[in-house]
Nanobody, 121 residues
Framework: QVQLVESGGGLVQPGGSLRLSCAAS????????MGWYRQGPGKERELVAS???????TYADSVKGRFTILRDNAKNTVALQMNSLKPEDTAVYYC???????????????WGKGTLVTVSS
């Protein structure tokens, strides 16, 4: 019904930048919150940043001042601009969206398959 496709991962040196993108498609009436999560080696999945359809953004303390989440409501896309990357940012990054498929229905969480970000020299 709803697909989330991420792109933009890869290998980057410490201090470098990457931009992740995610596009939602399919049966979509509206999208409430969109966000990025990550799961590092041997770690649990954690919230990186989220952005509602309107309102303020949320960031994990570990990425504040370095990452910026951007959203285009008209295109159902969300991006994560990552600057000053550190080795500890190495993880699989997942796009998440709370999607309403029909007017009056509850939102359901959808996930992308993930994109790997490796920060290493």
């Amino acid at each position: 019904q709803v697909q989330l496709v991420e792109s933009g991962g890869g290998l980057v040196q410490p201090g470098g930048s990457l931009r992740l993108s995610c596009a939602a498609s399919g049966r979509i009436f509206s999208i409430r919150t969109m966000g990025w999560y990550r799961q590092g080696p041997g770690k649990e999945r954690e919230l990186v940043a989220s952005i509602p359809s309107s309102g303020s953004t949320t960031y994990a303390d570990s990425v504040k001042g370095r990452f910026t989440i951007l959203r285009d409501n008209a295109k159902n896309t969300v991006a994560l601009q990552m600057n000053s990357l550190k080795p500890e940012d190495t993880a699989v990054y997942y796009c998440n969206a709370d999607v309403v498929v029909e007017r009056g229905w509850s939102a359901v969480a959808y996930w992308g398959k993930g994109t790997l970000v490796t920060v290493s020299s």
